[in-house]
């Protein structure tokens, strides 16, 4: 079959359903037994190089490489011929050059022509920058919110096959930033942006792309918006203990709440306001806590709960005055104690929890001034050289240099 015709027939496919969400490579051992069900349609009669049911796109690997040379060709083909007529247009010059166009050949088709042919390019190669670049010029110039949302779209459908496609993540960031001041639900556009973040880590493990995109979103949400992410991701981290990308995220709407961008959104009542945000924090480091309690030897959780007691100490316990600060490390110190404990077991998750809380003090009383620091070494000094001595007996003279260093010696 003629590389350029699979090229129709798939772009057939795509512009007959446009509702298209997901699109997979599917290998010809496969694709028999499923386009046995398939119902024959004119864009792909012979039912042996795509399969489309229930808004679902197939393309059999078998054709993946003449594909893919079609929609190059095609593509560039395009370009070339849109980049001459837009600088004739641009300059107002007509010259003999003007001929290598086809009167048939607009500026609006040729726009069409471009836009159909990098879609199909993209699901084939979905690093292929000047497609995803040549998308930016055209929509930009058109300045329709409608086409912005074309674009989400498809680098959803890109994402469906390669979730941690660098370039798909930028350029809905691209999206984003162009409807950030012209679309009235930008709400619900960061709410949905967050939701296929999320499905797409749990279908993609380690995707820090993914994560760093749902970041990325914290600085357009509102307050509302904020708690809402705060309280709704709750119980996915709970089930995702030893995912720091989760952690990472959770520490980025968190801060968020420290902005003087949020006090702004507040300025006329600012006294429960402050009341509101202490609670946010108090209710997050118990939160914090009990998960630590729960799950044994997670390194995540105390990583994040290195950031609760900087900010809390930082922002709250210091301005409260009195015994806030003495109240808050005592605390701390009844956890470590709690944590240091290793039953005689084979399981190494509990040196790993007394290991973690040991370095978490010592961490802590770095962060104190000198006078708070030596009250917590005379506390728990021994105590946290006893743990580290027993869970790692190899790095004794690490923990020396670093007791020496901290004004024990």
């Known amino acids: 079959m003629e590389p350029s015709y699979l090229l129709k027939q798939l772009e057939f496919i795509l512009d007959s359903d446009p509702l298209i969400d997901e699109v ?3 290998h010809p051992s496969q694709f028999a037994a499923i386009t046995d069900t398939s119902v024959p349609t004119e864009a792909n009669p012979t039912g042996t190089a795509f399969w489309s049911r229930d808004h679902k796109l197939g393309i059999s690997t078998d054709i993946i490489h003449p594909l893919y040379n079609a929609a190059k060709h095609a593509f560039m083909y395009s370009l070339k011929q849109y980049n001459t007529l837009t600088d004739l247009h641009t300059e107002k010059v ?3 050059t003007s001929n290598v166009i086809s009167s048939s050949y607009s500026l609006p088709n040729l726009e069409r022509e471009v836009m159909k042919h990098s879609r199909a390019l993209l699901l084939l190669s979905c690093d292929f920058g000047t497609a995803w670049n040549c998308r930016k010029q055209v929509v930009s110039k058109k300045q329709n919110v409608t086409l912005y949302f074309d ?35 930008l709400q619900e556009v960061l709410k949905n942006e967050s939701e296929l973040a999320k499905k797409i880590a749990e279908k ?24 809402d992410e705060l309280v ?62 729960r799950y044994i030897g997670r390194e995540a959780l105390w990583l994040y709960r290195r950031f609760l007691s900087l900010c809390w100490i930082k922002h709250f316990a210091v301005h409260m005055g ?9 605390n701390e110190l009844l956890l470590f104690r709690s944590c240091k404990t290793i039953p005689d077991n084979v399981f190494e998750d509990y040196e790993s929890q007394a290991m973690f809380a040991a370095t978490y003090i010592m961490w802590l009383i770095k962060q104190m001034d000198e006078l708070q620091s030596m009250e917590i070494r005379e506390k728990v000094g021994e105590e946290i050289e006893e743990v580290l001595n027993k869970v790692c007996p190899n790095k004794a003279f690490l923990w020396d240099l670093v007791r020496i260093k901290s004004g024990k010696c």
């Open 94 to 96: 007509v010259s003999d």
């Open 232 to 293: 709704n991701n709750r119980d996915w981290a709970g089930l995702h203990v030893a995912d720091n990308s989760c952690f990472h995220y959770r520490t980025r709407l968190m801060s968020r709440t420290l902005e003087d961008s949020w006090y702004k959104q507040d300025s006329n009542e600012s006294p429960s306001h402050t009341t509101e945000l202490y609670q946010l924090w108090k209710e997050e480091l118990t939160w914090s806590e009990t998960l630590i309690k």
């Open 322 to 330: 009195g015994t806030h600060v003495e109240l808050f490390l005592d």
């Open 204 to 227: 993609s493990k380690m995707n820090y792309r993914a994560w760093n995109h749902r970041c990325w979103l914290v600085s357009y949400m509102p307050k509302i918006q904020i708690i």
């Open 151 to 185: 674009e989400l779209t498809l680098s959803t459908l890109v994402l469906s096959y390669s979730p941690k496609s660098e370039r798909a993540w930028t350029h809905r960031r691209w999206v984003i930033k162009r409807i950030a001041g012209k679309s009235t639900n």
């Open 24 to 26: 997979g490579f599917v």
